[in-house]
């Protein structure tokens, strides 16, 4: 009896978590050509039969591709602003909408996102026929750690975090400790992030009031090289690209063109 009740408990929290955890947006508020870019709807069936909604935002002549993962809350079209600045960058951008967001059917969970992801780098690669090393992933906020799960052991061309975090334990403990060991183990980067195998750029502000700067800085520190971590000066959680503004995108350049060069599709096709 005592081991049911545990069980049950357990069950609940981890409802109670996903309640507080996913605010998922319905619809399309923002449309590709609202923010200059041309752009497509494009539909997935994920591994466990769900069909799930994104955008396929091309950049003309573009030879690499961007996996953008975003955060808990809205859907993938309030992303759009930011996807069409780093298609500017000279990447093909696939902008992807978890179960229970945006046009995706479902419901989120953990391993529900995680297989979301999982339907999008497949749809890069067998689709759109971007090898894996050509394609960088991007998560932003919990899609960090979305992003985390999904690259270890693969060899992608690389890895942005922004402003994500630790582990879920880590972010309870700062704000409701008595929640935290109902969600041990609970997107867990820390844990994962030592076998990484590509590349990573992190980012964060340094006054981001809901994922804190030393949990960035932490998962970052965990991770292998290569790495480099940019602070955005009076960034927030929510305002990074306004804040950091063209430096930003400068900055997001730069690595791509380390990590996926444009010259070295022309040297081999030369």
């Excluded at 069909?51 to 396929?56: K, S």
């Excluded at 945006?102 to 969970?109: K, L, Q, V």
């Excluded at 609970?186 to 076998?195: L, T």
């Amino acid at each position: 009896m005592l081991g049911a009740a545990l069980a049950l408990v357990v069950v609940m929290w981890s409802r109670i978590v996903d309640g507080m955890l996913f605010h998922p947006t319905p619809g399309v508020d923002i449309r590709p050509e609202q923010v200059g870019v041309a752009g497509e709807d494009v539909y997935l069936e994920t591994e466990d039969g769900v069909r799930i909604h994104g955008f396929w935002l091309p950049a003309p002549g573009a030879t690499r591709a961007i996996l953008f993962l975003h955060g808990n809350a809205g859907n993938a079209s309030h992303r759009l602003p930011n996807a069409a600045g780093l298609v500017g960058l000279g990447a093909n951008v696939l902008l992807l909408d978890y179960r229970g967001y945006g046009m995706s059917e479902g419901t989120p969970s953990e391993s529900g996102v995680m297989a979301d992801a999982r339907a999008g780098l497949a749809h890069l690669r067998e689709q759109r026929g971007v090898p894996e090393e050509r394609i960088v992933v991007f998560g932003r906020s919990l899609g960090g750690a979305v992003a985390v799960d999904l690259v270890q052991d693969r060899p992608v061309a690389g890895v942005v975090l922004e402003s994500t975090f630790t582990s879920l334990s880590d972010m309870a403990g700062g704000m409701l400790p008595l929640a935290a060991p109902f969600v041990r183990g609970r997107f867990d980067s820390k844990a994962k992030i030592a076998r990484l195998r590509a590349p990573l750029l992190a980012l964060h502000g340094d006054r981001d009031e809901i994922v804190p700067f030393a949990l960035g800085r932490a998962l970052f520190e965990a991770a292998p090289e290569p790495k480099a971590f940019e602070t955005i000066s009076g960034a927030g959680h929510n305002d990074t690209v306004e804040v950091g503004g063209r430096s930003y995108y400068e900055r997001i350049r730069r690595f791509l063109d380390e990590v996926a060069p444009v010259d070295d599709v022309a040297r081999k096709r030369g």
